[in-house]
């Protein structure tokens, strides 16, 4: 996966507008329908638009196109529906997960031969409507850690520039309206638009909480629903920073324990934490580079977390090894790249995140203490990328779309995976999301390493394929063996 819930990256590859010419449908209500054709970009890929409202409680008011794609089931006479897949981030594009035929190694061909696989680009993402703001300005973003009180003042002072920067830039008013309930309209919209009386669905990581609020939206209209990788969204600011710590800890302590039983890693025989210790060190120094681009603690910590994902253990041990043996060289400073060909408008997808949760904190001194905690729960880790989650959103308005605990009240059975060393999604996640919807939902595990699972095992794919294709719903407790990374 190219993007977790808490971080600011970007999806990239994602074909560009002249690659995609759907028609657009008109403004979604009863009877609207998606005009597919071929994509440009790949015609063995379907694309389509539909219109849909900027705010959905003016739904005579401006819309904008939302962009889907679709490949049919390989075995028409088997098929179905249409599955649709809600895609993480937030920031990650669903189009580029159905365009190009190489992107679709995250389905299995037995799912692929039952269902039209759908996905789209959330609003304020990628194709549709993307929040876009000031390249300049985006290149200004200040470091995610914040050391002192003025660092504080000024993240607080460029988020409100950035925010009246970003409305500004973006097309139709739709800057404050990218909070995933607007999303679960647009779901719901799809759903419809695709001919489903019910919509079966599969949500990865953020996309999990898509499918969580459309659950307890629309309890009646669920088919069949997959969360893998479960973001709990009834966390605050001391809770979530906590789990996310402590999840990204848990998954360094299993590469250094792989590290100390197998020889192929390249610190077989290292003291790895000391190791790590000392890269932090000579990062506070300004001694670590990546490609000429100055590399800080945080840097580093969001480095090790990208190679827990899948897990890649194996090259997370020779970065590593790298970095121990590179020199001190001249570096540029962060956010900084001296290319003047850059477009003047960059994207700015993190303003979802911002529009879902509310984590404050107590001015700087507040912020301080949440570090020293962080800290102590993570000792290596205590960096990790969910401190961009405070800092981006610093100062920002409370949310159209706060936390809360679910109420989903009869639902057909949701099914939950998680692994139970996921770097970005805790497997206390996953219970406690599994615990909010009571008898709506069954938690599977996967005893494993990273984040997702259905790509992880031959286990959890046949377990999840069964469901989606037979609703066939594992029984409580049930979990899959783990599987040792080969990468």
Not at 248 to 265: G, I, K, N, P
Not at 421 to 426: K, R, T, V, Y
């Amino acid at each position: 996966m190219a993007v977790s819930f808490s971080g600011v990256e970007v999806a990239s590859g994602a074909p560009g507008p002249e690659e995609v010419r759907p028609p657009s449908t008109g403004p979604a209500g009863a009877g609207a329908r998606i005009e597919w054709e071929a994509c440009q970009a790949d015609a063995s890929a379907e694309c389509g638009a539909l219109s849909v409202p900027v705010d959905w409680s003016d739904p005579d008011g401006a819309h904008f196109d939302l962009r889907l794609a679709r490949r049919k089931a390989t075995d028409p006479g088997a098929r179905v529906g249409s599955m649709v897949f809600g895609p993480g981030g937030p920031g990650d594009s669903g189009v580029s997960r159905i365009v190009g035929e190489g992107n679709m190694g995250r389905f299995s061909d037995h799912l692929r031969s039952w269902f039209d696989i759908v996905s789209f680009d959330p609003r304020g993402v990628g194709l549709s409507n993307p929040v876009l703001c000031s390249r300049e300005l985006l290149d200004r973003r200040p470091a995610p850690v914040m050391k002192n009180p003025a660092d504080f003042d000024a993240t607080a002072k460029y988020n409100r520039e950035l925010r009246a920067d970003c409305r500004k830039n973006t097309e139709n008013g739709l800057f404050d309206h990218v909070d995933t309930l607007s999303m679960v309209k647009d779901l719901d919209a799809v759903r419809a638009a695709l001919g489903e009386k019910a919509l079966t669905f599969h949500g990865s990581s953020y996309g999990t909480l898509l499918g969580e609020q459309y659950a307890e939206q629309y309890p009646k209209r669920v088919r069949a629903m997959v969360l893998e990788s479960v973001v709990d969204h009834s966390l605050g600011t001391r809770d979530f920073l906590s789990t996310q710590a402590a999840t990204l800890q848990d998954s360094f302590d299993e590469f250094v324990a792989w590290c100390e039983r197998t020889e192929s890693c390249a610190l077989h025989g290292s003291d790895v934490r000391a190791l790590w210790s000392e890269l932090l060190e000579r990062a506070e120094r300004g001694e670590l580079s990546d490609d000429g681009r100055a590399l800080t603690p945080f840097d580093l910590n969001v480095m090790v977390m990208k190679r827990l994902y899948d897990p890649e253990w194996r090259r997370l041990g020779t970065l590593l090894s790298a970095l121990e043996e590179s020199e001190p060289e001249a570096v540029r400073a962060p956010g900084t790249t001296g290319d003047s060909s850059e477009p003047a408008l960059g994207e700015n997808s993190f303003e979802i995140f911002c529009q879902d949760w509310s984590l404050p904190v107590r001015g700087y001194q507040g912020y301080a203490r949440e570090l020293r905690r962080i800290g102590r729960i993570a000792p290596d880790m205590k960096y990790p990328r969910a401190l961009m989650s405070v800092s981006a959103c610093l100062g920002a308005p409370e949310p159209d779309n706060p936390q809360h605990r679910l109420k989903v009240r009869d639902s057909r059975p949701i099914l939950l995976t998680n692994s139970i060393h996921d770097p970005a999604s805790g497997y206390s996640w996953a219970t406690n999301v599994a615990e909010q919807l009571g008898s709506n939902a069954v938690l599977h595990t996967y005893e494993g390493w990273g984040h997702g699972t259905y790509s992880s095992s031959p286990c959890a794919e046949e377990t999840i394929d069964a469901y989606l294709i037979s609703l066939r719903v594992p029984p409580r407790g049930a979990s899959c063996p783990a599987v040792e990374p080969v990468g």
